[in-house]
């Protein structure tokens, strides 16, 4: 592709909060193939907070100008109703985009974004970091080359701690909770938190998911949302998981397990979702029992986010094709909206919120 630039793809950041400030930014920033050229938010306090994070970038509270200061493709970062009409928005400027999960609160938005970018000839794709996780990758590879053998059962449990006031720790700022406002947030756990295990246990068995029911609970918070929820999920080959996603978990819990059991092995991956890179990979032989930890090369246990947005601007200055499609983010988007269908939820019969920490 032409670049503003040439060599280096010139990102555009839109929504200037917790993921962005603590993950995108940082992985902008030290990104090898892009640079970021332009940040936007309507709120000038969350830019000011960018002057220390991005200090090259040139800030923007007005769309337009924002879009017209010469880059070439934007990261969206903004609460879940905004995806669609930032994205269109971008699509429109001619800016590729890469944005947040979940894609959007409807399949019809999440559809409505993938048409715009394509009848502007730009790319979409959802970020969808946890794929770019080394050990994630390493995993990836066991199952593909049978290490494992048949696959049979996958679990994975991914929750936080997230009270009604809920801020990330040590925020410089006002915290607007917006994920306990189904109006903004779409749900709550089940949309926040299970598009990154749909996505991920699609990524790692190399399987669609072909049948999914879901239950929700609201058993420590009363928010207008779920704090809890667990989906049974079959996968085309017959592979059956079992994901779990809270907002009820303290911190200090184990909250972030992931096991994928075969007739010649499982391997558990502990403290891998998030955010961040690092956490363990085990291998248990069926043989015999034995543990043996996996190994990643230590070049790859860098940000999943900085080697996602390595991944987008290397596909696009190439030409190459970005390796995940928008087609399996909207498969996983109806995957979504079908469980939430599917969840009903009760009032708090115990809200004790002693427990109280971050969210990752
Ligand atoms: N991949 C991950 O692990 C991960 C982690 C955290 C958040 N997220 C996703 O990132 C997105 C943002 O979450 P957050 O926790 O950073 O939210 P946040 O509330 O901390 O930040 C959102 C920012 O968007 C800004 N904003 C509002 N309207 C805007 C507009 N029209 N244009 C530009 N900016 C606008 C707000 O002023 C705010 O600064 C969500 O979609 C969330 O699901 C992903």
Known sequence: MNTANGEKLRWGLIGCGWAAKDFVAPALTASSNGDLVSILDPDP???????????AAEPFTEA?????????????????????????????AGKH????????????????????????????????DQRFHARHR????LVEEGTLGTICSARLQYACWLPPDWSPDDYPREHDNWRVDPSRAGSGALFDLAPHGLDLLQYL???????????????VFDYPVEDGAALLIRFS??????????????????????EIQGTEGTA????????????????????????RTVE?????????????????????????????????????????????????????????????????
């Not at 100008?65 to 429109?92: C, M």
């Not at 944005?99 to 970018?117: H, I, Q, R, T, Y």
């Not at 558990?268 to 029992?289: C, Y």
């Open 296 to 360: 990643v090369e230590p070049e790859e246990d860098r940000s999943p986010f900085l080697l996602q947005i390595e991944a987008f601007a290397g596909s696009l200055l190439s030409g190459e094709p970005f390796p995940f499609p928008p087609e399996r983010d909207l498969a996983t988007m109806r995957v979504l909206v079908k469980a939430l269908g599917q969840i009903s939820v009760g009032t708090a019969p115990d809200a004790s919120p002693a427990a109280s920490s971050g969210r990752s």
């Open 237 to 258: 080959a017959g592979t059956l998981g079992v994901h779990q996603v809270a907002y009820n978990m303290p911190d200090a819990l184990p909250r972030r397990t992931l």
């Open 64 to 92: 337009d100008a924002f879009f017209a200061s010469g880059i070439d493709a934007v990261y969206v970062a903004t609460p879940n109703h905004l995806h669609r009409p930032l994205v269109e928005a971008a699509a429109r």
């Open 45 to 55: 306090e969350a830019l000011k907070m960018f002057r220390t994070v991005a200090p």
């Open 205 to 219: 068995l190399d399987d669609e998911v072909s049948e999914v029911r879901a239950m929700g609970q609201r058993r």
């Open 138 to 141: 390493k995993l990836r590879e």
């Open 268 to 291: 558990i991956s502990l403290n891998t979702m998030g955010q961040t890179p690092g956490g363990t990979l085990t291998l248990v032989s069926a043989a015999d029992g034995g543990r």
């Open 97 to 128: 985009a890469l944005c947040e999960k979940p894609m959007a609160l409807s399949v019809e938005d999440a559809e409505a974004m993938v048409s715009a970018c394509e009848d502007a000839g730009v790319v979409y794709a959802t970020a969808f």
